[in-house]
C-alpha cells in the first residue's frame, strides 16, 4: 500500500503541493491537518490516547481526532471519514472554530508542522470501535477534569493539545 499523502500549503493554508506523510514529518514541511474536538450532550470532552505504537506522541491523550484531508478532499470530508476509522462512530460534517499553525520537534527526529483546522462535533455519549492501530482508549471528560490533569500533568496530552485547550474551552463555554 502507498503511503499517504498531505496537502502541503503556505501560512494562508494555500495548497502547494503533496508529498507523503512520513518524508512531510521527516522535512518539516508546512501541510494540512484537522483536529476534532467531540462534547457530549453532558459538555463532556471525548479524551482519546493514541496507540502506544503510533510514529509521535504514542500513548498520549489528545482530543477525539486529528488527522490530515487527503488530496481531493475537504478538511470536513476528512474529518467524518477519520471518525469512522479511528472511533467507528458516524458524524455530520463538523463545524470549524479556527485555524492555527505550529511546529514542533519530537525526540525521535520527526516534525509537525502543521496548519490545523480545528473542529467541533455535538454528540450523545455512545459506544466505540476502536482501531487499535490509532487508538489505546478513550474517555468522556469534563473540562475541568481535563484543566486539573494538564496543571499536573501537562507531559500526558500531546503538544497541540496543551496549545489549543484554553482557546476551545473558551469558544465552546
Not at 471525548?46 to 498520549?60: N, T, W
Request: contains cysteine.
Amino acid at each position: 500500500m502507498a503511503e499517504p499523502l498531505v496537502i502541503l500549503v503556505d501560512e494562508h493554508d494555500r495548497p502547494t503541493g503533496t508529498m507523503g506523510k512520513m518524508e512531510a514529518h521527516e522535512k518539516g514541511v508546512l501541510h494540512r491537518a484537522f483536529s476534532v474536538f467531540v462534547i457530549n450532550n453532558q459538555g463532556e470532552w471525548l479524551m482519546q490516547q493514541r496507540a502506544f505504537s503510533k510514529y509521535h506522541s504514542p500513548g498520549l491523550w489528545t482530543n477525539a481526532c486529528c488527522s490530515h484531508p487527503a488530496p481531493g478532499e475537504t478538511v470536513q470530508e476528512a474529518a467524518v471519514r477519520r471518525m469512522q476509522e479511528e472511533l467507528g462512530i458516524a458524524i455530520e460534517a463538523p463545524e470549524t472554530l479556527f485555524t492555527f499553525q505550529y511546529q514542533v520537534e519530537f525526540n525521535n527526529g520527526l516534525f509537525e508542522h502543521e496548519l490545523d483546522h480545528v473542529l467541533l462535533c455535538r454528540l450523545p455519549a455512545q459506544e466505540f470501535n476502536l482501531n487499535e492501530e490509532e487508538v489505546a482508549s478513550v474517555n468522556w471528560l469534563s473540562s475541568t477534569a481535563i484543566a486539573e490533569q494538564l496543571e499536573q500533568h501537562p507531559e500526558h496530552f500531546t503538544h497541540w493539545f496543551r496549545l489549543v485547550f484554553d482557546r476551545v474551552r473558551e469558544l465552546i463555554g
